[in-house]
């Protein structure tokens, strides 16, 4: 038995090795029993060979699509260049609605961040720099599927910008300045169609509408889906694509109702009533808060808008020893009350006891001004006026101003002169009403005065617009000739 062993065991070393050198070590199970067969060597190196997947067959590592997880790092656009980011600025920010439910509209002063594809809002600047956007004070706003546009019916401020996430939430963004509000505009916009493209969607829309649609774990092509569903995806995937497709054909019933629908829309755009034929039924009516003041002075046949008159008639019969008159504020729904008879072109009555609070005709009489589209003060004599307060002689300055005010349109300059001289009365009672010229020149300054574009700095801008305002109602007498009535 011994010598069977040993002759067994020499003939089992004389046999060649059945496995290939090039054979990785890690073959195991089936493999090697293929190893083991009676084929020769070439050919089952061969065999080998074609169960390696060639380059263009091994299939590509699965792209992530979780935007959170990319803004981790640096995110780049399709195109390979980094996608617009804004650091660091003040904007106000009001939320209207979340998921389709409407909120009351509240603005805040918020420091703005913009990233790859969220939009970050501090309370407090300090907060941008501790990266932690799930502070209670924090709102973060996702980009990726969303929708922004212009608006000027959410907001009585200008500048007005909304964005609309693809869960249904609505915010406004606004600032003062239209070159800021631009410019965080374009950048919010390009962020949004970079990271919607790089996120493999598109913005879903309502049948027949404009209103975008929310998208949903439901729908293809969002998310991760389960190996059921995996299954049943490519028929959906085949209808993406046809929609997506450039060469899309539609049929003849489809042409024919286009058609027909361009047709109507035709017919109804002829027979149309005009502009002038709506406002000469009372249909529509002319505005007067946001009105331009030429505009309003010519439809009105006068060079002092007569809102004003009644205002400023109102508060010398019986505010001129309130207490903080202009400083004040009055309710703000009776204001906009007061605002909405005035744009209905109602008869006013300010005698009448719903204004019987006379800081609620200062603050419609302020609205007015404040919503003028180019202020009392026109964008092109800020910076000629800025010049004017800088003289240090007190007489050149004063003839500086009062060439430039004489310069101005009849309307701008008779409103000037009214306004003017009734704050001067308001001086006269500074002992009871505690109204200084400094205090009136702050809450005017601004009311009546700002830049076409706010390219400096806005703090110093003010300081200007408030001493404007003071020297000219110092020096009131001289710059109008009040002394020769």
Same mark, same amino acid.
């Not at 975008?212 to 949903?216: A, K, T």
């Given at each position: 038995m011994a010598g069977s062993r040993i002759t067994n065991l020499q003939t089992a070393t004389k046999q060649p090795l059945l496995i290939p050198p090039q054979r990785s070590t890690a073959a195991q199970g089936p493999?090697?029993?293929r190893i083991k067969s009676s084929q020769s060597s070439? =050919?089952?190196l061969s065999q080998s060979k074609s169960m390696v997947l060639q380059d263009s067959d091994v299939p590509q590592k699965p792209i @992530? %699509?979780?935007r959170r997880n990319q803004s981790q790092h640096n995110v780049f656009s399709t195109g390979g260049e980094p996608l617009v980011q804004l650091k660091g600025e003040h904007l106000n920010v009001a939320k209207i609605s979340e998921g389709g439910k409407k909120q009351r509209k509240n603005w805040t002063l918020m420091w703005t961040v913009l990233t790859s594809d969220q939009l970050l809002f501090y309370k407090e600047r300090q907060q941008e720099t501790s990266q932690k956007p799930g502070n209670k004070t924090d709102v973060v706003l996702p980009l990726c599927g969303g929708v922004i546009e212009w608006t000027t019916e959410k907001s009585s401020r200008k500048n007005v910008f909304q964005i609309t996430t693809n869960t249904g939430s609505e915010y +406004?963004?606004?600032? =003062?300045? /239209?070159?800021?509000a631009s410019k965080w505009f374009d950048a919010i916009r390009k962020t949004i169609d970079s990271s919607t493209k790089a996120d493999g969607g598109f913005s879903l829309r309502r049948s027949n509408s404009t209103e /975008? +649609?929310? %998208?949903?774990s439901s729908l293809p092509g969002y998310g991760s889906a389960s190996p059921n569903t995996k299954q049943r995806n490519p028929v959906h995937r085949r209808s993406i694509n046809m929609? @997506?497709?450039s060469k899309l054909k539609h049929s003849t019933s489809d042409s024919a109702d286009k058609n027909g629908v361009k047709n109507r829309l035709k017919k109804f755009i002829i027979r149309r009533p005009s502009m002038k034929t709506l406002q000469e039924k009372g249909l529509i009516k002319d505005?007067?808060?946001?009105?331009?003041? +030429?505009?309003?002075c010519e439809r009105e046949g006068s060079t002092v808008p007569r809102f004003v008159q009644l205002c400023l008639e109102a508060i010398d019969k019986r505010g001129l020893e309130a207490d903080g008159i202009y400083?004040?504020?009055?309710?703000?729904a009776t204001i906009q009350k007061l605002r909405f008879i005035v744009d209905q072109e109602e008869d006013l009555n300010l005698d009448h006891s719903q204004w019987e609070d006379i800081h609620v005709v200062t603050g419609a009489l302020k609205m007015f001004f404040r919503e003028l589209p180019e202020p009392l003060f026109p964008f092109k004599s800020f910076q000629p006026f800025v010049e004017a307060i800088k003289i240090k002689e007190s007489k050149h300055k004063v003839q500086a101003v009062k060439k430039l005010i004489q310069e101005l349109p009849k309307p701008n300059r008779d409103t000037m002169k009214l306004l003017f001289s009734h704050l001067h009365r308001v001086l006269d009672f500074s002992r009871k009403n505690l109204m200084s010229t400094q205090g009136i020149g702050i809450v005017f300054g601004p009311t009546l005065m700002w830049p076409e574009l706010d390219a400096g700095n806005m703090a110093v801008n003010m300081v200007y617009q408030n001493q404007i305002v003071e020297f000219i109602l110092i020096e009131s007498q001289q710059i109008f000739n009040l002394d020769k009535k």
């Open positions: 493999v090697q029993m070439g =050919d089952r @992530s %699509r979780h +406004l963004l606004q600032t =003062d300045s /239209y070159s800021t /975008y +649609l929310p %998208r949903h929609f @997506s497709s505005r007067v808060f946001g009105c331009h003041l +030429l505009t309003l400083r004040v504020s009055g309710n703000l």
